[in-house]
Nanobody, 128 residues
Framework: EVQLQASGGGVVQGGGSLRLSCAGSGFSIDDYAIVWFRQAPGKEREGVSCVSGVDGSTYFEDSVKGRFAMSSDNAENTVYLQMNSLKPEDTAVYYC?????????????????????WGQGTQVTVSS
């Protein structure tokens, strides 16, 4: 069974950094695209970043480009989202999801119910 465990959220001042982790079990991150979504209060859930273990492609939503980065540890089967220069508008619940898609674009922009597994959300709060 494909499962994900997300962690690393917290409260940080504007300009600060956090690193989120998404640990996978029951599958290899080499075979999936891992997407980070976020949902702010009153807003739809949006894809913010992705790394594909299949073709190595990445995706970053425009508002996080240059501030967020993704990395992976194959030995730990874990993907990380490094968030720097955080802004209050980054405040949201962050979710990781795994999709058996060949590219990040396919994973991020396909229907969210087509993704194979979701981790539990982790709250990120950025104070001004």
């Amino acid at each position: 069974e494909v499962q994900l465990q997300a962690s690393g959220g917290g409260v940080v001042q504007g300009g600060g950094s956090l690193r989120l982790s998404c640990a996978g079990s029951g599958f290899s991150i080499d075979d999936y695209a891992i997407v980070w979504f976020r949902q702010a209060p009153g807003k739809e859930r949006e894809g913010v970043s992705c790394v594909s273990g299949v073709d190595g492609s990445t995706y970053f939503e425009d508002s996080v480009k240059g501030r967020f980065a993704m990395s992976s540890d194959n030995a730990e089967n874990t993907v990380y989202l490094q968030m720097n220069s955080l802004k209050p508008e980054d405040t949201a619940v962050y979710y990781c999801a795994a999709g058996a898609f060949p590219t990040c674009i396919a994973a991020v922009f396909s229907a969210q119910n087509a993704l194979d597994a979701w981790g539990q959300g982790t709250q990120v709060t950025v104070s001004s």
